[in-house]
C-alpha cells in the first residue's frame, strides 16, 4: 500500500516517455532465422552475434529480440540492414591466386564467350581479378562476361562504384595499379575497361530466384560456405552445380570450404 502510494503512474505519459524496457537475452531465435534466410551459421559464436544484434537493436530503438523478429518478417528493409550488418565481407584483389590463373588457361581453351559466375562476389575484388587476370593474359575483352552476385547490398554497391583501399589491391604490381586503375589520394579507382566486364547483382543463392540466374561456363564459390554447416554447404553445392553448361567442370572453391 504504502509502496503503492509513492509508485510514479505512467499510463498518463506518451509513450516515447515511458521508461522502455529492454530485453536482450536469448538470441536463438534470431540465429534461426538468420540460418534460414542466409544460410550463415553462428552455432559457435553466439556471443558475438548477440552484442551485433543488441547493437543493431539499440541503433534502431528496438527494444528486444522478440520485436526484431517480429519487425524482420514484416519490413525488408530492415531485414537487408541486418543481412549487411551480420554478414563478413573481407575479400581482396589477387586471393588465392593459383585458381584464377588455372581459370585463365581454360579460358584459352575455349573457342566462344565466356560466362563466369562468382557467387559471391563481395566488394567486387575477385570477380574483378578475375578480369585484370585474364585481360593481362591476352584475353580479348569481349570473349567473357562476369556476373558477381552477393546477399550483402552495400558490398555490391562498393562493387559497383569500384573504388579500393591500399590493403585490398596490396598483390597486384605497380604496372597493373598503372594500367587498370587511377590513383586519387589513397584510394584507387577502377578504368571502365574492367569495371564493363564484370555485371553486379544483390541475390541470395537460397532464393528460388537465383535458380533461374543463368548458366555458365566457370563457377567460382570461394570462402562463403565456410560460414554454414554441413548440410547448407552440400544444398548451396547443389544449386550451384546446378548453374553449369558443362556439368564435368569442376566448381572453383576456396581452401577453407571444406566439406
Ligand atoms: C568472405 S566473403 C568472400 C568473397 C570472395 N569470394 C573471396 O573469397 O574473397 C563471403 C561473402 O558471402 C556472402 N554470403 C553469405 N551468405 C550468402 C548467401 N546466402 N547468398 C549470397 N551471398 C552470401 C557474404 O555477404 C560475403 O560477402
Known amino acids: 500500500m504504502f509502496f503503492n502510494f509513492f509508485k510514479k503512474d505512467t499510463s498518463f505519459e506518451p509513450e516515447h516517455k515511458r521508461e522502455q524496457i ?7 531465435q534470431i540465429a534461426n532465422f538468420f540460418k534460414n534466410e542466409t544460410g550463415v551459421t553462428f552455432d559457435k559464436q553466439e556471443s558475438i552475434l548477440k552484442n551485433k544484434v543488441t547493437t543493431f537493436c539499440k541503433h534502431k530503438e528496438i527494444f528486444s529480440f ?12 530492415l531485414k537487408q540492414e541486418l543481412i549487411d550488418t551480420l554478414t563478413t565481407n573481407e575479400t581482396f584483389f589477387y586471393r588465392e ?10 579460358v584459352k581453351k ?29 584475353v580479348a ?19 559497383k562504384n569500384g573504388v579500393y583501399k591500399e590493403r585490398n589491391i596490396r598483390n597486384l604490381s605497380s604496372e597493373q595499379l598503372r594500367k ?38 566457370f563457377i ?23 548453374l553449369r553448361k558443362n556439368k564435368n ?8 570450404d571444406l566439406f
Open 22 to 28: 529492454q530485453d536482450y537475452d536469448d538470441i536463438s
Open 66 to 77: 522478440h520485436e526484431l523478429l517480429d519487425s524482420l518478417n514484416r519490413n525488408s528493409t
Open 97 to 106: 591466386f593459383k585458381q584464377v590463373q588455372e581459370l585463365v588457361e581454360l
Open 110 to 138: 575455349c573457342s566462344h564467350k565466356v560466362e563466369i559466375l562468382c557467387a559471391p562476389s563481395a566488394t567486387g575484388e575477385e570477380p574483378y581479378s578475375i578480369a585484370i587476370a585474364l585481360l593481362e593474359a591476352g
Open 141 to 159: 575483352s569481349e570473349s567473357f562476361n562476369i556476373l558477381g552476385i552477393d546477399i550483402n547490398q552495400e558490398a555490391i554497391q562498393r562493387a
Open 180 to 217: 587498370y586503375f587511377k590513383q586519387e589520394g589513397g584510394l584507387y579507382r577502377l578504368n571502365d575497361s574492367v569495371k564493363s566486364r564484370v555485371t553486379f547483382r544483390v541475390i541470395n543463392i537460397f532464393d528460388h530466384s537465383f535458380k533461374n540466374i543463368g548458366n555458365f561456363d
Open 220 to 242: 567460382f564459390c570461394r570462402n562463403m560456405l565456410i560460414y554454414f554447416d554441413k548440410e547448407t554447404k552440400i544444398k548451396a553445392k547443389e544449386i550451384l552445380q546446378n
Open 249 to 256: 567442370q569442376e566448381i572453383f572453391f576456396g581452401h577453407a
